[in-house]
Protein backbone atom coordinates (compact mmCIF):
# COMPACT_ATOMS: atom_id res chain seq x y z
CA UNK A 1 0.00 0.00 0.00
CA UNK A 2 1.51 3.18 -1.32
CA UNK A 3 1.11 6.68 0.24
CA UNK A 4 -1.36 9.15 -1.96
CA UNK A 5 0.81 11.93 -1.07
CA UNK A 6 3.83 10.10 -1.71
CA UNK A 7 3.72 9.17 -5.41
CA UNK A 8 3.52 12.49 -6.36
CA UNK A 9 6.82 13.84 -7.72
CA UNK A 10 8.62 17.09 -5.63
CA UNK A 11 9.52 19.49 -8.39
CA UNK A 12 12.50 21.55 -7.88
CA UNK A 13 12.38 24.92 -9.03
CA UNK A 14 15.10 27.19 -10.80
CA UNK A 15 18.01 27.80 -8.26
CA UNK A 16 17.19 25.38 -6.06
CA UNK A 17 20.05 22.68 -5.90
CA UNK A 18 19.25 19.27 -3.85
CA UNK A 19 21.55 16.56 -2.55
CA UNK A 20 21.08 13.11 -1.21
CA UNK A 21 23.35 11.80 0.99
CA UNK A 22 23.62 9.14 3.76
CA UNK A 23 19.80 9.51 5.13
CA UNK A 24 20.66 13.19 4.55
CA UNK A 25 18.80 15.50 2.42
CA UNK A 26 20.03 18.74 1.52
CA UNK A 27 18.29 21.55 -0.18
CA UNK A 28 20.14 25.01 -0.92
CA UNK A 29 18.68 27.83 -2.55
CA UNK A 30 18.09 31.50 -2.77
CA UNK A 31 16.93 32.01 0.99
CA UNK A 32 19.66 29.77 2.78
CA UNK A 33 19.83 25.76 3.40
CA UNK A 34 18.04 23.99 5.39
CA UNK A 35 18.77 19.78 6.10
CA UNK A 36 16.53 16.65 6.58
CA UNK A 37 17.26 13.22 8.08
CA UNK A 38 15.26 10.46 6.93
CA UNK A 39 15.27 6.65 7.39
CA UNK A 40 15.68 3.13 6.09
CA UNK A 41 12.01 2.62 5.29
CA UNK A 42 12.17 5.45 2.60
CA UNK A 43 14.53 5.95 -0.32
CA UNK A 44 15.00 9.30 -1.64
CA UNK A 45 16.47 10.37 -4.88
CA UNK A 46 17.30 13.02 -7.47
CA UNK A 47 15.92 12.66 -10.83
CA UNK A 48 16.70 15.76 -12.93
CA UNK A 49 14.17 18.66 -11.95
CA UNK A 50 11.86 16.12 -9.98
CA UNK A 51 12.91 14.52 -6.21
CA UNK A 52 11.11 11.36 -5.90
CA UNK A 53 10.73 9.22 -3.17
CA UNK A 54 9.94 5.40 -2.76
CA UNK A 55 9.02 3.21 -0.17
CA UNK A 56 11.52 0.58 0.45
CA UNK A 57 9.03 -2.11 1.70
CA UNK A 58 4.90 -2.82 2.00
CA UNK A 59 4.87 -1.96 5.26
CA UNK A 60 2.27 0.59 6.82
CA UNK A 61 5.08 2.44 8.68
CA UNK A 62 6.98 2.87 5.16
CA UNK A 63 3.42 4.13 3.64
CA UNK A 64 3.19 6.90 6.79
CA UNK A 65 6.97 7.81 6.18
CA UNK A 66 6.65 7.64 2.35
CA UNK A 67 4.31 10.49 2.27
CA UNK A 68 5.79 12.35 5.71
CA UNK A 69 9.15 12.86 3.85
CA UNK A 70 8.03 13.45 0.34
CA UNK A 71 5.71 16.51 2.21
CA UNK A 72 8.97 17.74 4.50
CA UNK A 73 11.19 17.60 1.05
CA UNK A 74 8.40 19.82 -0.54
CA UNK A 75 8.17 22.03 1.94
CA UNK A 76 11.99 22.56 2.17
CA UNK A 77 12.15 22.88 -1.45
CA UNK A 78 9.50 25.80 -0.91
CA UNK A 79 11.00 27.36 2.41
CA UNK A 80 14.56 27.85 0.13
CA UNK A 81 13.05 29.43 -2.55
CA UNK A 82 10.05 31.52 -1.54
CA UNK A 83 9.55 31.24 2.45
CA UNK A 84 6.79 30.54 4.90
CA UNK A 85 4.96 33.40 6.96
CA UNK A 86 2.70 33.75 9.25
CA UNK A 87 0.23 36.65 10.12
CA UNK A 88 -1.34 37.14 13.60
CA UNK A 89 -3.55 39.94 14.89
CA UNK A 90 -2.99 41.64 18.20
CA UNK A 91 -6.54 42.51 19.13
CA UNK A 92 -7.86 44.62 22.38
CA UNK A 93 -7.42 48.12 23.80
CA UNK A 94 -4.22 49.16 24.90
CA UNK A 95 -2.67 45.73 23.17
CA UNK A 96 1.06 46.77 21.57
CA UNK A 97 3.56 44.88 19.85
CA UNK A 98 6.90 46.31 18.77
CA UNK A 99 10.38 44.58 17.61
CA UNK A 100 13.74 46.31 19.97
CA UNK A 101 16.64 44.55 18.09
CA UNK A 102 16.21 40.27 18.75
CA UNK A 103 13.60 41.10 20.97
CA UNK A 104 9.00 41.01 20.20
CA UNK A 105 7.82 43.29 23.46
CA UNK A 106 4.12 42.46 23.42
CA UNK A 107 1.51 44.86 25.85
CA UNK A 108 -1.32 42.55 26.14
CA UNK A 109 -3.20 43.86 29.11
CA UNK A 110 -0.69 42.18 32.25
CA UNK A 111 1.20 44.23 34.28
CA UNK A 112 4.61 43.32 32.79
CA UNK A 113 5.60 43.06 29.04
CA UNK A 114 5.81 39.70 27.68
CA UNK A 115 9.50 39.75 25.62
CA UNK A 116 9.99 37.39 23.41
CA UNK A 117 13.70 36.79 21.88
CA UNK A 118 13.24 36.37 18.09
CA UNK A 119 15.20 32.75 16.78
CA UNK A 120 18.59 33.48 14.91
CA UNK A 121 16.58 31.96 11.36
CA UNK A 122 13.32 33.79 12.04
CA UNK A 123 12.31 37.24 11.20
CA UNK A 124 9.07 39.41 13.15
CA UNK A 125 7.49 42.19 11.70
CA UNK A 126 4.79 44.23 13.89
CA UNK A 127 2.35 46.21 11.12
CA UNK A 128 -0.01 48.98 12.93
CA UNK A 129 -2.73 50.35 10.67
CA UNK A 130 -6.13 49.47 12.19
CA UNK A 131 -5.21 46.32 14.07
CA UNK A 132 -1.90 45.08 15.24
CA UNK A 133 -0.51 42.73 13.25
CA UNK A 134 2.69 40.58 13.93
CA UNK A 135 4.32 38.71 10.72
CA UNK A 136 6.62 35.67 11.49
CA UNK A 137 8.68 34.59 8.41
CA UNK A 138 11.65 32.00 8.08
CA UNK A 139 12.48 29.04 5.47
CA UNK A 140 11.93 26.67 8.07
CA UNK A 141 7.81 26.13 7.93
CA UNK A 142 8.39 24.26 11.31
CA UNK A 143 9.90 26.54 13.01
CA UNK A 144 7.58 29.59 12.01
CA UNK A 145 4.48 27.65 13.04
CA UNK A 146 6.12 26.89 16.44
CA UNK A 147 7.13 30.22 17.09
CA UNK A 148 3.79 31.64 15.57
CA UNK A 149 1.59 29.14 18.33
CA UNK A 150 3.83 30.15 21.31
CA UNK A 151 3.13 33.67 20.57
CA UNK A 152 -0.72 33.02 20.09
CA UNK A 153 -0.43 31.04 23.42
CA UNK A 154 0.45 34.15 25.36
CA UNK A 155 -3.15 35.85 25.22
CA UNK A 156 -5.55 33.12 23.04
CA UNK A 157 -9.11 34.63 22.01
CA UNK A 158 -11.52 34.81 24.42
CA UNK A 159 -15.32 34.74 22.92
CA UNK A 160 -17.06 37.34 24.18
CA UNK A 161 -15.62 40.36 22.74
CA UNK A 162 -12.32 38.57 20.37
CA UNK A 163 -9.68 40.08 22.81
CA UNK A 164 -6.25 38.39 22.46
CA UNK A 165 -3.58 36.93 19.59
CA UNK A 166 -5.27 35.22 16.90
CA UNK A 167 -3.51 33.92 13.39
CA UNK A 168 -5.31 36.13 10.51
CA UNK A 169 -6.95 33.30 9.02
CA UNK A 170 -8.59 32.23 11.99
CA UNK A 171 -12.54 32.43 12.73
CA UNK A 172 -13.32 32.97 16.25
CA UNK A 173 -16.87 31.62 17.50
CA UNK A 174 -18.13 34.34 19.03
CA UNK A 175 -20.62 34.31 21.86
CA UNK A 176 -24.09 36.74 23.49
CA UNK A 177 -22.63 37.49 26.52
CA UNK A 178 -25.40 37.81 29.38
CA UNK A 179 -28.39 40.62 29.36
CA UNK A 180 -28.68 41.70 32.32
CA UNK A 181 -32.97 40.79 32.41
CA UNK A 182 -33.89 39.17 35.50
Do not use: C, W
Not at 27 to 48: I, Y
Not at 81 to 93: D, H
Not at 136 to 161: C, H, M, N, T, W
Request: aromatic share 4%; hydrophobic share 40%; no cysteine.
Amino acid sequence: MASKVGKLPVTIPAGVTVNVGDNVVTVKGAKGELKQVFNNLVKVEVNGPQVLVTPTNETKAASAAHGLYRNLINNMVKGVSEGFSKALIVKGVGYRAEVKGKELVMNLGYSNDFIAVIPDDLTVTVETKDTVKVIVAGIDKQRVGEFSAQLRKLRKPEPYKGKGIRYETEVIRRKVGKTGVK
